[in-house]
């Protein structure tokens, strides 16, 4: 017997979740919906009589005071179609993980009624007004539902299938005596995106042992050898040559690079030797110190192609997966927070221009909003910063990265599974769901990825991943394992595979929990089922762990052993499916040599005259995309939970104005606070990415300082997202880029602890693959030893003094003003850390000493938008003088106005000092860069006096809030 | 001292035990993390406290209803033990989806037992919403807000919220019996629109207690402004002497060295 129970709000209430749809239904364009009403629908099936199903209807699954029901047996359901207007129905296609089942059936037998076997659900939605058919179908193909994961029901009772029993058969691919030919397309079909280099090493192998791999060996090896998990660009040769002009800053040279990541990133950090660092580049995360007992542990992810085709699910377990990273470091550490970081095409795209097989950029920015929202929230982890930006280029391949810092005892940050101990694993069950993730990440998008691929999409539960943290963290204190790490991109195979890598290990794949029956060694293998921690036990402890993990419904199973063989030995039912040299696997790949080249672009710098009211262009930039109020998002993320926030994502009088780096206290017993902030500019690589890297790396850190976090305590993450770099222009900007990031990192002194890559983020469509622009993230972490010395950005006291500290210079290439002119420029903001660091370093005495009454630091829209943002987030007046400010510029007619109000130049700041802190201030930045420019005025109004000493803006500050509000208050 | 002891109730979903419990602990009590797993199995009595927190999260990922299957659990699992800890005089509070379990079980406002009288629903802007809001403290029976008798400040985060009852009568018997013990309202003590209402609730209701004022519930989060550092201020401008949220909990920890 199955039961359908249809819950929907009571009549004449009002129905928040219709009301959004009809919101969105408007934005797609489409007009005479008058209202959507919203339906939860549960099917019931087992023996379960209808009286208590009556009861589980009033008592569990209706709110009595605001929902009515319907009960009713599912075999006599025929969905109706009501006049004036549209029923869809939603329900979730077979092996996708839906949450809300458990949770049904442990409040029916917490009811004490017992026979509910199965429970599924399913969203209807009635809309009325006056639609076509195919708007109807729009409507539903747009909003409601994503075919990967869901599909409309359109019949009545859809029983849930018996799950197939899986027949064991050992499948072998034949490839000792394939040709190069058969070896291509063996890679093609199988989703195994290895080159032919890769795939005759492989049959070299196999032929040297004298048989054929099983399907379960090749695909063990395509993943361990994937760009996703054995970072081959990074790691490999590549011939990088570059034409430069001889005079031109920042020339690298034509080489040989051995290791891109060596020679870069990594060189910093080996260089710098910072006392403080504790783990870096070797574990899931990167781990500083913090304070006496305990350290700090940073992680940022990427899930970009899972994202772009369904937004709401990559984001959720983009989420999900980085959180498992900072579990996975060390012994576990336990996540304080999270950030994130978007780059989406334009929200007002038009759908007639989109791409075939690409989602809407506002259906991708809400979807993975909710995702992240959905999954931070659940977890109690507060989302605490991040950024947005949005440009064409990110139409077809959206970039969503998410980061997770955690905090680890001092003696919890290394470990070692042994000889002998037991492999577990924890957490979710294995399903069918992720499989070829991480090959997949390995590839372009194409308009069939959405078919081909559909496998590697997946939705998250983080109330099971919000368990294992609560258990693990209590198993990680009692001693009850020696390592752990996460199970991400790859699955078992990979998290077995990398810990056993020195050992060997043994595993029995018939012994790891499954959500149903059905699945073939080889998926159990390689699934990427969320949720999921592997763990090296010793066998005396491992009934005290499994019995903690079950105390709070935490399943957990021992699955085989580490060996000592240096094999990796796959069984199922006693059959032996796998049986590698773990040596092989992790060493046997071909080195690979890829071709880099750079040019530099040309692009035009001849700008149009200086309007003489800049009022209408601040605006316009304060109404980008970019800068505008992100408060729509922010709020949506709980970013108090822990109790931890001290600087706040939104702040001034009206807690709405853009904190600069948020500060977070992450235990509550000590004063000590850590600082987040991003860096991350791809405009300026358009020009050249050598200087966008080392103006992402300066970003970052400013901000920290504005903040008041010292410099010499910044630690930084690099997470490049690049198109293919098996084309050479591609690879010649993430070369630069890379040693763009040494040169800043290096003259900073800040040591990157972490990092990754997401290569290959172009679309192929109608013949020409298109890439991304190349895009740096720079995270920046800082450790402050007075949480109370924190710094805040809003203008804070009419009279006090306005300053600008840092040099401003004539480069307004990749400028937002220049970007809203329709040029790009070649004048790109470059770095010079002597100056910058002697700013940096007194600012930080200046905050130490409480000397700074509020500091903003300027980046996109310069000078102009940070004492805008400064004065409205104060609800102040602000009066400044260009003239005042110091610009350095060696072509006269480049003197403007426009130029020094917007101009992006580095390691700059506008600060507040209250008039009797003027002394100290000018005396500790003497000799440097800065100039008095003003003050605040209680009037209210944005005055800002030209090079010739007339007003050349004067702006309400009300209205140049309102325009940067508006356009994102969705 | 001796110090009362509270049992901070957690299970799957649970995520702001640490911060309730540490708030507690600078209220001058003894707090303890109990799964409700462990109580079910009576690995802890309930008998053995004083002060029975429900804290904010999203219990069972707030499936179905927003602390539905907690409530559920509550109602037909742990009944009896309930029923005894409040008869025997002692305190019950609940934050945001503890409020919501409390709401959702019959505990609050609690005049028909064990029987839901009102609700917590989707906030009317249908998102979830972090924001920082003031709130009224009207005089009452509520041990938890006695003498507070000022606007307070304090974060809500959620995004089911919105107070509601099934019809004006019982909105009315809420209000008449001075069970509204928490209202929204704007800085200067007025009526609140939204946002300062964030969520529609009917008479800007952000928390209520039961009859006896011993169970109290609010969506606001008290526990995340028991220090300076937690104020959007960051403790400088508008200083109050001691962080708003740390008065209720001082409040319930008061009235339980009674019981001692």
């Not at chain 1, 012994?331 to 989406?344: E, R, S």
């Not at chain 1, 070692?416 to 991480?438: N, P, S």
Request: with cysteine; glycine share 10%; proline share 4%.
């Amino acid at each position: 017997m199955i039961y359908r129970i249809e819950v929907l709000d009571k009549p004449g209430l009002f129905d928040a979740v219709g009301e959004g749809i009809v919101r969105d239904i408007a934005d797609l364009g489409i007009s005479g919906v008058s209202e959507v009403r919203y339906t939860q629908v549960y099917l019931i099936e087992g023996e379960v009589t209808r009286a208590d199903a009556g009861r589980i209807c009033r008592e569990l699954l209706a709110d009595p005071i605001s929902q009515d029901y319907l009960l009713c047996d599912a075999a006599f359901y025929e969905p109706e179609q009501p006049a004036g207007g549209f029923s869809v129905e939603v329900a979730y296609n077979p092996g996708v993980m839906d949450p809300v089942e458990e949770s049904v059936k442990k409040g029916i037998l917490d009811l004490g009624i017992k026979g509910a076997a199965c429970v599924k659900t399913a969203r209807k939605y009635r809309i009325n007004g006056n639609i076509s058919v195919s708007q109807a179908d729009s409507i539903a193909e747009k909003l409601l539902y994503n075919k990967l994961i869901q599909h409309i029901v359109r019949r009545g009772a859809s029983s849930s299938h018996p799950p197939s029993e899986y027949n064991f058969r050992l499948s072998r691919v034949r490839i000792i005596g394939a040709s190069d030919a058969e070896l291509r397309r063996l890679s093609f079909q199988g989703q195994l995106f290895l080159n032919l280099d890769e795939m005759r090493t492989i049959k070299a192998y196999f032929a040297g042992i004298g048989r054929d791999p099983t399907d379960c060996e090749l695909e063990t090896i395509a993943q361990t050898w994937s760009e996703h998990c054995s970072h081959k660009t990074f790691r490999g040769r590549i011939k990088y040559s570059e034409t430069l002009p001889r005079s031109y800053k920042g020339r690298i040279g034509s080489r040989m690079i051995k290791g891109l990541l060596k020679s870069t990133i990594m060189k910093v950090t080996r260089e710098l030797r910072k006392p403080w660092c504790v783990s870096v580049f070797e574990d899931n995360s990167g781990i500083i110190k913090f304070e006496g007992r305990n350290n700090v542990c940073f992680k940022v992810e990427t899930h970009n192609h899972p994202s772009a085709l369904e937004p709401f699910g990559g984001a959720n377990t983009g989420i999900g997966g980085v959180i498992r990273d900072c579990l996975g470091t060390g012994l576990g550490a336990k996540p304080v927070f999270n950030t994130d970081v978007f780059c989406f095409g334009l929200p007002d795209y038009s759908f007639k221009d989109l791409p075939a097989g690409t989602l809407h950029p506002k259906r991708v920015m809400k979807g993975v909003v909710s995702g992240v929202r959905d999954y931070g929230n659940k977890m109690g982890i507060p989302t605490v910063n991040g950024a947005v930006l949005f440009d064409e280029g990110f139409t077809c391949n959206p970039l969503v990265y998410c980061g997770t810092a955690g905090i680890i005892p001092q003696d919890k940050c290394f470990k070692k599974a042994g000889k002998g101990d037991l492999i577990v694993v924890a957490g979710g069950r294995t399903g069918r769901d992720g499989i070829h993730g991480a090959t997949f990440s390995s590839g372009e998008l194409t308009e069939e990825s959405e078919t081909v691929s559909s496998g590697a999409v997946q939705i998250g539960n983080p109330i099971e991943e919000k368990k294992l943290v609560d258990t693990l963290m209590q198993a990680r204190d009692r001693g009850l394992y020696s390592s752990v790490t996460d199970c991400g991109a790859g699955g078992l195979s990979s998290a077995v595979g990398e810990m056993g890598a020195e050992l060997g290990a043994k595993v029995e794949l018939e012994k790891v929990p499954l959500k149903y029956s059905g699945l073939s060694y080889s998926e159990i293998w390689i699934s990427e089922s969320q949720e999921r921690m592997v763990l090296a036990v010793d066998g005396r402890k491992a009934d005290e762990l499994i019995a903690l993990f079950a105390a709070e419904n935490v399943e957990a199973a021992v699955i085989g052993e580490f060996t000592g063989s240096g094999r990796l030995e796959l069984f199922y039912r006693g059959n032996l499916v796998a049986d590698l040299d773990m040596k092989f696997m992790h060493d046997g790949r071909p080195d690979i040599e890829k071709k880099a080249v750079f040019k530099l672009p040309a692009h035009k710098e001849t700008a149009k005259p200086c309007p003489s009211d800049l009022g209408s262009a601040l605006k316009k930039i304060l109404s980008s995309y970019d800068v505008c109020s992100k408060e729509w998002i922010i709020r949506q993320y709980d970013h108090e939970v822990q109790g931890g926030s001290a600087g706040k994502p939104l702040t001034g009088v009206a807690c709405d104005g853009p904190a600069d780096a948020a500060v977070v206290r992450p235990l509550m017993s000590s004063r000590k606070a850590v600082i987040v902030s991003n860096g991350i500019n791809f405009r300026f690589g358009r020009i050249d990415p050598y200087w966008m890297a080392a103006s992402c790396i300066d970003e970052g850190l400013r901000q920290v300082v504005a903040c008041g976090g010292p410099v010499d305590r910044t630690a930084l993450l690099d997470n490049f997202c690049w198109g293919n770099p098996d084309k050479p222009d591609r690879l010649g900007g993430l070369v630069r880029a890379s040693y763009g990031c040494y040169y800043a990192a290096k003259a900073y002194g800040l040591p990157f602890i972490s990092g990754k890559d997401s290569l290959y983020n172009e679309y192929m469509y109608a013949g020409k693959s298109r890439a991304i622009p190349g895009t740096l993230l720079i995270s920046a972490v800082s450790v402050l030893d007075d949480v109370s010395k924190t710094v805040s950005m809003y203008a804070k006291e009419a009279g006090d003094l306005i300053y600008v500290v840092g040099l401003t210079r004539d480069e307004m290439g990749g400028s937002l003003y220049y970007e809203q002119n329709g040029l790009t420029g070649s004048s790109v903001p470059m770095i010079y850390p002597a100056q910058a660091m002697k700013i940096f370093s007194a600012l930080n005495r200046l905050a130490a000493a409480g000397a700074l009454r509020s500091v903003h630091d300027c980046s996109e829209g310069g000078l102009g938008v940070s004492a805008a943002e400064m004065a409205f987030s104060g609800g102040l007046g602000m009066e400044i003088s260009l003239a005042d400010a110091v610009y350095k510029c060696a072509d006269k007619k480049r003197r403007r106005n426009d130029f020094i109000l917007f101009s992006e130049s580095n390691s700059r700041f506008i600060v507040e000092i209250s008039p009797d802190k003027k002394r100290v201030f000018e005396r500790e930045l003497k000799g440097l860069s800065f100039s008095l420019i003003g003050t605040l005025e209680e009037h209210g109004q944005l005055i800002v006096r030209g090079l010739d000493g007339r007003v050349c803006l004067r702006e309400d500050i009300a209205g140049l809030k309102e325009a940067w509000q508006k356009p994102l208050r969705w | 001292m001796k110090k009362p002891r509270v049992c901070i109730l957690r299970t799957a979903g649970t995520n702001c035990d640490a911060e309730t419990a540490f708030a507690f602990g600078l209220a001058g009590a003894q707090a303890e993390l109990v799964h409700v797993n462990l109580l079910a199995a009576g690995g802890r009595k309930l008998d053995d406290y004083h002060i029975l927190a429900l804290p904010g999260g999203f219990s069972y990922g707030d499936d179905i209803a927003a602390g539905k299957v907690l409530a559920n659990e509550l109602r037909c699992k742990l009944r009896e033990s309930v029923e005894r800890f409040i008869s025997a005089g002692k305190l019950v509070i609940g934050i945001c989806n503890g409020f919501q379990i409390l709401v959702k079980s019959g505990l609050l406002p609690g005049n028909a037992q064990w029987k839901q009288e009102a609700s917590l629903v989707i906030n009317d802007s249908s998102k979830f919403e972090a924001r920082w809001v003031h709130l009224r403290i009207p005089e009452s029976v509520c041990v938890w807000t006695e003498g507070i008798g000022r606007v307070i400040y304090l974060p809500v985060a959620h995004g089911e919220g919105k107070f509601m009852t099934a019809d004006t009568a019982s909105l009315r018997c809420i209000l008449d019996k001075r069970q509204a013990v928490v209202t929204y309202c704007n800085e200067d003590g007025s009526a609140a629109v939204y946002p300062a209402n964030p969520n529609g609730s009917q008479a800007d209701i952000a928390g209520i207690c039961d009859a006896t004022g011993r169970i109290f519930g609010l969506m606001p989060h008290p526990e995340r402004h028991v220090q300076s550092s937690q104020h959007p201020f960051g403790g400088r401008g508008r200083k109050s002497a001691e962080p708003d949220g740390i008065l209720i909990f001082k409040n319930g920890v008061r009235y339980a060295r009674k019981l001692l």
